[in-house]
């Protein structure tokens, strides 16, 4: 079942933070954040594992609550080139499947 | 460089007709993966194979066939039994380590097919 992400869009001026939420109705032992630019393809940012391991971006940071399968993103004092859509995919214990949320389109103005 | 390569980038079709999308990989990587993209709607799962002549349905099979023949081919068939085919297809692969998906996906850059 596809994860619930919210909001469904934000707009920030630079230098802005905001925070993306992504949530499964299913048990999680990863979630995995990618953006993606209009027409191109989507970009890796984060995988977190269950059990606390975490790798990624440097700028963009992330948290995962196991007991409640949820995850949010942070991404502090905003840039322009944050701008695109960003998707949360999850994958279970049960093998290689990953499954993406309807994405978070995040607008950043000057 | 290694990556993931999509051809072709745009394609149309009539309808009624078979079209096959391909995906080769140089990453070395054993799972594959075939999303259909759709405004809105996310990133959807069609297939994924974790090894060679291997592969499982996703979430939206109907309509589409794969093979894997190959470790670093995984192309897809749009047949004219989907019902709305027009959309842009995303392969992806990764590192199958273990049992579980803990490794990020590689994407390619998209094939983006219309139906007339």
């Known amino acids: 079942q596809q994860p619930v992400q919210s909001p469904q869009a934000v707009i920030l001026r630079e230098g802005e933070d905001a925070v993306i939420n992504c949530s499964s109705s299913k048990a999680l032992y990863s979630v995995h954040w990618y953006r993606q630019k209009h027409g191109e393809a989507p970009v890796f940012l984060m995988i977190?594992?269950?059990?606390?391991e975490q790798k990624g971006h440097e700028k963009i940071s992330a948290s995962f609550n196991e007991k409640k399968q949820q995850s949010s993103l942070y991404l502090t004092a905003s840039q322009l080139s944050y701008s695109g859509t960003y998707f949360c995919g999850t994958g279970g214990t049960g093998g290689f499947k990953t499954i993406f949320g309807a994405g978070t389109r995040l607008f950043v103005k000057a | 460089d290694g990556g993931i390569t999509q051809s072709p980038k745009y394609l149309f079709r009539k309808e009624g007709q078979n079209v096959t999308l391909s995906c080769e990989q140089n990453?070395?990587?054993?799972?594959m993966y075939w999303y259909r993209q759709d405004p809105g709607q996310g990133l959807r799962l069609i297939y994924y194979s974790q090894i060679v002549n291997d592969f499982q349905k996703g979430d939206i099979a109907e309509g589409y066939s794969v093979s894997r023949e190959k470790k670093e081919s995984f192309p897809l068939t749009v047949t004219s039994a989907q019902k709305n085919p027009t959309a842009f297809y995303l392969c992806?692969?990764?590192?199958?380590?273990?049992?579980?998906?803990?490794?990020?996906?590689?994407f390619g850059e998209g094939s983006r097919l219309t139906v007339l």
């Open positions: 992806a692969s990764r590192e199958a380590r273990g049992r579980v998906n803990t490794g990020e996906l590689f």
């Open positions: 977190l594992l269950k059990g606390g």
């Open positions: 990453l070395n990587h054993d799972a």
